[in-house]
């Protein structure tokens, strides 16, 4: 195997050169530079990255802690993550903590230990340990499409809080990225509510999870600007789950007075109402618009066709990389958190008729923000 060494002789230049090259620690004058690449070329070197690891304390790999990989969204953010991760010189390992707390614990101590340079991690609702761990260990950590609350989390030697007094709040620890939540479902109960609806209810997500209270927020929003008053059993959990939206658009049906229209909070869990829609005999539109959270490949394929809000799941990913790479390279930057607005693509299971053009495949859609937001 051709060493770097091999390649300075090829080249004629010194060890030092080589590594500049390759490492783009110092500008090159630029036929030294193909050169070297030449040799390269020739002789078939390729870097030892555990050689180099252990000089410079960099693996150039990332964690990524993300649950339900099958899902299409977390499918869509894996390809962003990849492809941004890839662009600049980094591999990925992946783990999938089941959005189980004890379990997303141990993998992301697994990745830790196999000394990626950072991690993106999607949190459960019960992040208290990962918490924990990622800053007892000081490792650069995004924490992706799910927020962490860090007054809630952070760690407290034994004794505090004893007496009864409040914790004091301290600004979140690890950079965030993630879609809008609260304005864009506001945006599909009014929209629901202008077709005139007086009966919207929310099939939500997980509880604990910031993208479950969030969007919760944004139906209680949406019914108040609609001038509708709340009602605590038009808002049931599905557990971001399929089996659980399919039970729990069920209880909904079994109500006295049920919903004329249902918001769905994730693609799981309006796969889940629509199985439950089918097996109690209701057709959507006719007996029940539906409007979800999450559009997706095929949502423009069912009949009818899904008003979705749309999230920019491969931008999250690549984002996600971005902001990642921003810590490393500076240690000391104050946290951030990076918002990225979402679409509303307009169909016609909300009731509303096929718009010109809809058929043969284009979907009016608009974005809710101008940008993302960084705070």
């Known amino acids: ?15 030092a050169t080589v590594s500049h090259v390759l490492n783009g620690t110092r500008p090159v004058l630029p036929h030294t530079r193909q050169a070297v690449l030449d040799a390269v070329d020739a002789l078939g070197y390729t870097p030892n990255t555990l ?8 693996t150039r790999s990332i964690g990524l802690a993300v649950s339900a990989i099958s899902n299409p969204y977390f499918t869509e953010i894996l390809q962003g993550v990849e492809a941004a991760a890839l662009e600049a010189g980094y591999s990925l390992l992946i783990a ?27 949190p459960s609702a019960e992040p208290g340990d990962l918490v924990g761990y990622l800053r007892r260990h000081a490792v650069p950590t995004v924490f992706l499409d799910r927020l962490v609350d860090a007054r809630a989390t952070e760690d407290r030697a034994p004794g505090d809080g004893a007496d009864g007094a409040a914790a004091s709040p301290s600004p979140p620890c690890f950079d965030q990225v993630c879609a809008e939540s ?3 479902t506001a945006l599909l109960v009014t929209h629901l509510a202008g ?5 919207i209810a929310l099939v939500a997500g997980l509880p604990g999870l910031s993208t479950t209270s969030e969007r919760v927020s944004g139906y209680r929003e949406g019914l108040t600007a609609a001038g509708l008053a709340y009602d605590e059993r038009l808002l049931v959990s599905g557990n971001s789950e399929s089996a659980g939206a399919e039970r729990a658009t069920a209880d909904l049906l079994a109500l006295p007075d049920p919903p004329t229209a249902l918001v769905t909070a994730n693609n799981a869990m309006t796969i889940g109402a629509l199985h439950a829609l089918r097996r109690h005999g209701r057709s959507v539109p006719d007996d029940l618009a539906l409007c979800c959270f999450d559009d997706f490949a095929w949502a423009d394929l069912f009949s009818p066709r899904l008003t979705a809000i749309a999230q920019p799941s491969r931008e999250l990913g690549a984002r996600a990389v971005r902001v990642l790479l921003d ?5 000391d930057r104050p946290p951030r958190t ?9 169909r016609t299971s909300c009731g509303c008729p096929e718009e010109p053009g809809s058929r043969s495949g284009a979907t009016a859609s608009s974005t809710l923000a101008e940008k993302g937001t960084a705070s």
């Not at 077709?195 to 009966?199: C, I, S």
């Not at 810590?327 to 240690?331: C, I």
């Open 1 to 15: 195997m051709a060493t770097m060494a091999d390649v300075a002789r090829s080249a004629g230049v010194s060890v």
């Open 51 to 58: 050689a180099r690891s252990l000089v410079t304390s960099r």
């Open 96 to 122: 999938d903590p089941h959005d189980d707390p004890r379990h997303e614990r141990k993998v992301v101590q697994l990745l830790h230990e196999r000394r990626v340079d950072g991690m993106i991690v999607a």
């Open 182 to 184: 609260a304005a864009p």
């Open 195 to 199: 077709l005139g609806h007086r009966r």
């Open 327 to 331: 810590r490393l390279a500076e240690p």
């Open 338 to 346: 990076v918002r990225l607005p979402c679409a509303f693509v307009h």
